[in-house]
């Protein structure tokens, strides 16, 4: 059984420019959420997909969006990045309504 | 509005010294309470849910407990690998989403 996995594990951005992070989910789990980690911080909800819907969204401007595959893999996409952004992204999957499972996640730096 | 907080912010302990890490929460309609390790730069790694007040689970050297408002992280005997990160999360029945506290650092000496 594979656990979450992300990819990259760490990525450097301009600012202005748009970023896609990637998850795959561990097997047999249908939902997927996003979180966004600050430096010294608890994780922030972005958002959770279940079965391709997305079925919850946390305090983030729409330029935050994301798409969940047949595969149950899914994709974090943010445009316009901003020097803000630069944190440490968060992958967790889950079968529906149990405890989540984390990735190892990826660590954006906006310059 | 729902919120969890983690005391205290940081732990130091020597090695062997048990202790208690703090979770209080604020959250209308508990569906759940969990707990999570997380070291430097990595992602939080699950340790335990909880249901309902009085509820209990043990693993290892660590044990969680739950009242109708805090949770406990009971620290027994710990080693310097004990040393991470410990968040706490809330998940209400209105929401699907974890609520994070902001963690405890614990550093466990030799």
């Known amino acids: 059984e594979t656990g979450v996995t992300q990819s990259p594990t760490h990525l450097i951005k301009t600012r202005g420019q748009q970023v896609t992070l990637r998850c795959s989910s561990q097997s047999g789990h249908n939902t997927v959420s996003w979180y966004q980690q600050a430096l010294g911080q608890g994780p922030q909800f972005i958002f959770q997909y279940y079965r391709e819907e997305e079925n919850g969204r946390g305090n983030f401007p729409p330029r935050f969006s994301g798409l969940q595959f047949p595969n149950y893999s899914s994709e974090l996409n943010v445009n316009a990045l901003e020097l803000d952004d630069s944190a440490l992204y968060l992958c967790?999957?889950?079968?529906?309504?149990?405890?989540?499972?984390f990735g190892q996640g990826t660590r954006l730096t906006v310059v | 509005e729902d919120q969890v907080t983690q005391s205290p912010e940081a732990l130091r302990l020597q090695e062997g010294e048990s202790s208690s890490l703090n979770c209080s929460y604020t959250v209308s309609g508990l569906r759940g309470l969990f707990w999570y390790r997380q070291d430097p730069g990595k992602g939080p790694e699950f340790l335990f849910t909880l249901y309902s007040a009085g509820e209990e689970k043990e693993k290892e050297r660590l044990k969680a407990t739950l009242t109708k408002k805090e949770s406990f992280l009971h620290i027994t005997a710990p080693k310097p690998e004990d040393s991470a990160t410990y968040l706490c999360a809330a998940k209400s029945y209105n929401t699907d989403k974890l609520i994070f506290g902001t963690g405890t650092r614990l550093q466990v000496f030799p």
């Open positions: 967790a999957s889950s079968k529906y309504n149990t405890e989540a499972f």
